[in-house]
């Protein structure tokens, strides 16, 4: 499952959904400087949270605690309601997810991007200061490379996620086909 994606866009970007629905993304600690990045387990990063005024950006590690001790990165969302949750909103502009080599060595990495937005992003869920990626069916486009899939939104649905101003079966589904890029990372 998704345990490694990518955001190469700056986080003034992030703002522009927001914006164009009359809200202003809050960033309590500034504008962040958002290099380019690859995400990791454990590593700190950008999530947007529904705060007491509005959208608001945090520095959040990705990942709390299971009951056994292991990283919970990725949720299941089906047959769950998550009004009573902490929701956020995750951005990214690619995820991996790899594949068995065809031939011994390491496991083939292919990077998924939207087809027709720059950017999207992934629902997700905060619990003891770290976050979760919300997950769900394969579509079409992830089904040949993984079982199950995060859930991706365009920037323009993401309010919807942090309002659940959709009912979330329509926001918690696989994406449609010729909706993702894929190509190979490595090797």
């Not at 866009?9 to 958002?34: M, Y």
């Not at 089906?78 to 997810?97: H, K, Q, V, W």
Request: net charge neutral; glycine share 10%; with cysteine.
């Amino acid at each position: 499952m998704c345990n490694n994606y990518r955001l190469h866009v700056p986080a003034n970007q992030l703002a522009a959904p927001f914006a164009d629905i009359g809200r202003t993304l809050a960033l309590p600690g500034g504008l962040p400087n958002l290099e380019p990045t690859d995400y990791r387990i454990g590593d700190r990063a950008p999530i947007v949270i529904a705060g007491e005024g509005g959208p608001q950006l945090a520095m959040t590690p990705w990942a709390w605690k299971g009951p056994t001790g292991k990283p919970v990165f990725n949720f299941r969302s089906e047959g769950r309601s998550f009004a009573g949750s902490t929701r956020c909103l995750i951005p990214a502009d690619g995820f991996y997810e790899f594949t068995e080599p065809k031939v011994a060595g390491k496991k083939t990495k292919w990077l998924f991007t939207l087809s027709d937005q720059l950017w999207f992003w992934i629902a997700g869920l905060v619990k003891d200061g770290a976050f979760a990626m919300l997950t769900t069916e394969p579509g079409p486009d992830v089904a040949g490379y993984h079982d199950r899939q995060i859930v991706i939104l365009p920037p323009q649905a993401g309010v919807h996620w942090l309002d659940l101003s959709a009912p979330e079966d329509l926001i918690l589904r696989p994406s449609p086909q010729g909706s993702l890029l894929v190509k190979r990372a490595y090797p």
